[in-house]
């Protein structure tokens, strides 16, 4: 019965191109249904901010030739036979999130704090605050009461019979490498741009911060669209500088924010750090994680080797920085450093030392001297060396870290500065000497003042 069931079924002969076809299209039909899904995905990840345009080069970086060796040569000044400066700046970039990767830009706008939209934004966690002398830890408990957003929310449970305080404390690539694949996009007001209306929540926002991560998939549909794709891009924004009732209508609130010796009372963006994100930095379920904004009322003041009010007509501040507004690369000393790394770190780039601007054409180690710049049209106090730590072995296309390399190397030649004389130094730190100027890539560099320089 069922071999005549078998018989009865139609045969059809079908030549070896018909079958090589029949076959193709079985094989691709879920490749294809799938790629449909992901593209529909990812288009919603892509919506514009209505009425703002994105910061940032639109052509290939310039700094894509870095590891050409002439940069490793000293220039004379002056310009070449195609009327091009060689000192000049080679790339700009700002940091909009503390220790994640940057923008970079053709043109910048310099501000009190640096760059405008530079490292105005950190991811923090909630800590426990270790042991500290008591004149410390009074000092530290006063000033969070007196900022604190709501009483006593530094107190948490009691740990060996003593209450145990909790502070919020900055993150970076330092302890959590993987920011380094931590993207962001800056997105400001334009009235050219679709959708603009000084009504619009991303216009009165004062524009939009994109934050994207790798994602993860599940399953063998997740593997199978991670292997055709690659990792899917999670995203999340928030408003670049939110209004008084944005602040109130999303819940955000203020609280002390540690970075280094300082507490800034700052706007902690509630709600806005998706779990995902927290999995990607191979967080544990316990561990809070935060982003905050610098409070415009609450910049930290910059002293040391900063110029003062009396002479520069203002005090330096910073946002997020670790300690100055600006800093500096000479392009020549990371290719020598490079040189010198190279069986460990093939490709050394310019970005790990995360300088806003880069400059090329001054033999290396030029800088250490400088005191005082022309860039383009402004003037820029060069107020110390940069005193680098491990952070630099961090690989920024990656997120892997080298165990010893830069940082092996740098402290082997590079302890110089009598002020801080186990720290390596590398790159300047800079105070504009106005509160409002421009740089643009291109701009020709003029060393002012040369001088000795002390760390403190």
């Not at 603009?196 to 593997?223: C, N």
Request: overall charge positive; some cysteine.
């Amino acid at each position: 019965m069922i071999a005549q069931l078998l018989r009865s079924i139609p045969r059809y002969e079908l030549s070896t191109e018909k079958f090589l076809l029949v076959v193709f299209i079985v094989a691709t039909a879920p490749i294809i249904v799938l790629f449909a899904f992901e593209s529909s995905q990812r288009r919603g990840q892509k919506l514009q901010p209505r009425g703002c345009r994105k910061l940032g080069l639109r052509a290939k970086s310039n700094i894509a030739d870095e590891y050409n060796s002439e940069y490793g040569k000293a220039q004379e000044p002056g310009q070449d036979k195609n009327g091009v400066e060689r000192w000049r700046v080679k790339s700009l970039w700002i940091y909009p999130i503390k220790s994640c990767r940057g923008v970079e830009l053709n043109r910048g706008t310099v501000v009190s704090t640096g760059m405008q939209y530079d490292r105005q934004f950190c991811f923090a966690l909630w800590k426990e605050r270790p042991a500290q002398s008591s004149s410390v830890a009074a000092a530290a408990a006063a000033a969070a009461a007196a900022t604190a957003s709501e009483p006593n929310d530094n107190i948490d449970s009691k740990k060996g019979g003593k209450e145990k305080e909790m502070y919020w404390k900055f993150i970076t690539q330092r302890d959590h490498p993987l920011l380094a694949l931590v993207e962001t996009e800056v997105w400001v007001p334009d009235p050219a741009s679709p959708g603009y209306s000084l009504k619009a929540q991303d216009v009165q926002g004062g524009g939009v911060l994109v934050i994207k991560f790798p994602g993860k998939r599940y399953g063998i549909i997740g593997t199978l669209l991670d292997s055709l794709f690659g990792a899917p891009q999670e995203s999340f924004r928030v408003p670049l500088d939110p209004t008084a009732e944005q602040i109130k209508a999303r819940g955000f609130t203020r609280d002390n924010m540690t970075v280094w010796k300082d507490s800034p009372l700052s706007l902690k963006l509630n709600g806005v750090v998706p779990r995902e994100f927290g999995q990607f930095l191979r967080l544990s379920e316990t561990e809070s994680l935060s982003l905050f904004r610098v409070d415009k009322e609450h910049y930290r003041e910059v002293f040391k080797c900063a110029p003062r009010a009396d002479d520069l007509g203002y005090q330096p501040i910073t946002g997020f920085a670790d300690s100055y507004p600006l800093h500096i690369q000479n392009l020549a000393s990371v290719r020598d450093v490079g040189e010198r790394v190279k069986s460990q770190v093939p490709n050394l780039s310019v970005l790990r030392f995360r300088p806003n601007i880069i400059v090329t054409g001054p033999e290396a180690y030029a800088e250490d001297s400088w005191k005082k710049l022309r860039i383009g049209q402004d003037v820029f106090h060069v107020s110390c060396r940069t005193t680098r730590c491990k952070l630099p072995n961090n690989d920024p296309d990656t997120g892997v870290k080298n165990k010893v390399e830069p940082d092996r190397t740098l402290r082997a030649y590079r302890c110089i500065d009598e002020g801080s004389p186990k720290h390596a130094c590398l790159g300047m730190m800079m105070v504009a000497s106005s509160q409002l100027s421009t740089v643009k890539v291109g701009d020709k560099l003029d060393v002012l003042e040369t001088g000795d320089h002390f760390y403190l």
